[in-house]
């Protein structure tokens, strides 16, 4: 099944180069060619977690929750870039599959912060190293010089 899928081209959503269209200027566009790397990206995380319910988002968020146990939504937010709403849709999808849970921060008895369960330990682990094999197989077509500068230039436009 997956030869068959191969040989009808790239996933949906991808955007490959068709030879004999004409591109119209979009490729003297940034954002254009930022949107087909980022969709490159995206095919190597998603070869990354095959077979796993995980999504960029959620990816995301369980790192950011694994790096700073007691985490608050709202901060969670923040660094996702979304609103408190999206950051408790994402909290309570985390719950009901047993990858992280909300406790009562020490301190505050009002607030609750987020932790990974041994179960989100162990899938954050596994993915991660999976993960960041793909995306090095990903930034190899890069020589390590180029990989910094574009970095560097990244963080530059997103401020």
Do not use: C
Request: aromatic letters at 6%.
């Amino acid at each position: 099944m997956k030869a068959l899928r191969k040989q009808r081209g790239p996933r949906p959503g991808s955007i490959a180069r068709v030879p004999g269209i004409d591109y119209g200027g979009l490729d003297d566009l940034l954002g254009y060619a930022l949107r087909r790397a980022q969709l490159a990206g995206f095919e190597a995380f998603h070869r990354a977690t095959a077979g796993v319910d995980i999504t960029p988002p959620r990816y995301t968020a369980l790192i950011f929750v694994g790096a700073n146990p007691g985490l608050s939504q709202t901060d969670l937010g923040a660094a996702l870039g979304t609103a408190r709403s999206g950051a408790m849709l994402l909290t309570n999808w985390f719950e009901a599959h047993g990858l992280a849970e909300r406790r009562r921060r020490n301190g505050d008895g009002r607030a609750w912060g987020l932790y990974l369960t041994a179960r989100g330990r162990v899938l954050i682990a596994k993915l991660a190293r999976r993960v960041r094999a793909h995306d090095a197989a990903f930034a190899g077509r890069l020589a390590a010089r180029e990989l910094v500068q574009l970095k560097k230039l990244l963080g530059k436009l997103a401020g």
